[in-house]
């Protein structure tokens, strides 16, 4: 029996709490697609985020604070990712996650999409967070996966990427232009999407599939 792939999860960081916390979607969405997660400690030395790498098949990296917000993830999952690049251990972004990777390769962001990309899609909807808002446009790799040019999706941001880095190619964009996926082509695995199938996965086949993508590069 083959043993399912260890996928790192990026804690959450509450600072007026001083708290770690995670939402369990994430995990759940991991479990799901056959993987086991393990929450991250927010706090590591370069030696500790080595040894993780090497312990972990894959990543996630999580939603949450603007990136250039929170010092403490900022430091935390820099150190991470300049570890698991160049390791081409498998990863998959969400939200933040998304705009953390472009920043982190040199990519610029929307910081306040509402005053600086004004749009009739809102981009940060209310509960029910599982139910899609807005259609976007599937391209290249994601359009292969999911057989389909549009699907519907949720979205809980006010910032995105707006010039890509490094290697960064775009895999889905919205009505309005906003990127809403991307990946890195010659990486084993780097998909990053700007919603949230961590909502979405249990009643929308999409949003697994995109999981279940993850976790069988990981093994």
């Not at 899609?132 to 599937?138: A, G, R, S, V």
Request: glycine fraction near 8%.
């Amino acid at each position: 029996m083959k043993q399912s792939p260890i996928i790192g999860v990026t804690p959450l960081w509450d600072a007026e709490r001083k708290s770690v916390w995670m939402l369990p979607d994430y995990l759940e969405g991991i479990k799901a697609a056959g993987g086991l997660p393990i929450v991250l400690p927010l706090e590591m030395a370069d030696e500790d985020a080595d040894r993780i790498v090497e312990i972990c098949d894959g990543f996630l990296f999580t939603g949450g604070q603007d990136v250039s917000s929170c010092p403490e993830r900022d430091k935390m999952e820099t150190l991470l990712l300049s570890k698991a690049l160049p390791s081409d251990k498998p990863i998959l972004g969400i939200c933040r996650g998304l705009q953390f990777i472009n920043v982190f390769l040199g990519g610029t962001l929307w910081q306040d999409l509402p005053s600086q990309h004004p749009s009739e899609i809102v981009h940060r909807q209310g509960k029910p967070y599982d139910a899609p808002t807005h259609k976007i446009l599937l391209e290249g790799e994601l359009r292969t996966l999911l057989g389909k040019e549009h699907i519907e999706v949720n979205t809980l941001h006010h910032q995105a990427a707006k010039d890509l880095g490094g290697n960064l190619t775009a895999m889905a964009v919205a009505p309005d232009g906003i990127i809403e996926a991307v990946q890195i082509p010659d990486k084993r695995f780097v998909w990053a999407v700007q919603w949230h199938p961590e909502y979405m996965f249990r009643n929308d086949p999409a949003s697994l599939a995109i999981f279940s993508h993850f976790i069988k590069h990981c093994k």
